[in-house]
């Protein structure tokens, strides 16, 4: 095959997701609903089976659909996870040693950490500055990614001082009921106050790999600061959100 040739079976496959996805955001597919087998697309787009075969893969490479034994592809069934970004961060859901992140979710649902890693590292520059670290200065970070319904839909990276946490639960990868904040209050530096920043980008090829992402699907940057009583800055956590995936909710009184 030449180069020509297969340049005109890549786009016959990426139309044929293409008019998937746009069937599917017209409510044609509903989530849950069968999309069209090989052997349909076979007839109505005049292909191959292996071009047929390719825009159902796109469609699952991109976590809008899932194929399922012996009964085809379906359209997958995901619900907006809704970020509370007050009362996941109050001292009542930490401190009773229960996961910031479970306030986020229904009873019927489970947020899943899939990968995880606990390294020391040379502070980075901007990281430093927030922690008011000196140059050389090393942070224990803590890398994972969360996983909804089988979709990967968070990056969390945490920068904790070095110094501060050293020996401590915090460097383990398990780090105990109450997460970081509650370690933190064991060390006697419990965070009193929060600040987040959130902006929106396109994402790296990286994230897009990491986070499965839908072809021109941006994301949401949350930049946590914890502060403890004393006004020093004890952590920074900057995460990464697939957009299609969250809702950010904030309630709070007047």
Partial sequence: MSAGQGNVGKLKYQRIANALKAAIAAGEYGPGDRLPGENELMTTHQVARMTARQALGVLQNEGIAEARKGAGV?????????????????????????????????????????????????AASHIADVLRLRPGDRVCTRTRRFVLDGKPVLLSTSYLPAALVADSAITREDS???????????????????????????PSATETQDLRL?????????????????????????????????????????
């Fill in 176 to 202: 105990g009921p109450g997460g970081v904040y509650a370690r933190l209050a064991d060390l006697g530096h419990a965070p009193v106050h929060f600040r987040e920043e959130i902006r929106s980008r396109m």
């Fill in 74 to 122: 379906f359209v997958r069934t995901f619900r907006p996870l809704r970020r509370r970004g007050i009362q996941r961060l109050a001292r009542g859901q930490w401190g009773a040693g229960r996961s910031i992140w479970s306030a986020d979710l229904d009873e019927d649902r489970e947020l899943t950490v899939d990968s995880i890693s606990v390294t020391e590292d040379e």
């Fill in 214 to 254: 839908s072809s021109g699907t941006p994301v949401i940057l949350v930049c946590r600061t914890a502060f403890a009583a004393d006004g020093a800055a004890v952590e920074v956590n900057e995460m990464v959100l697939d957009a299609a995936s969250y809702i950010l909710e904030y309630d709070f009184d007047a």
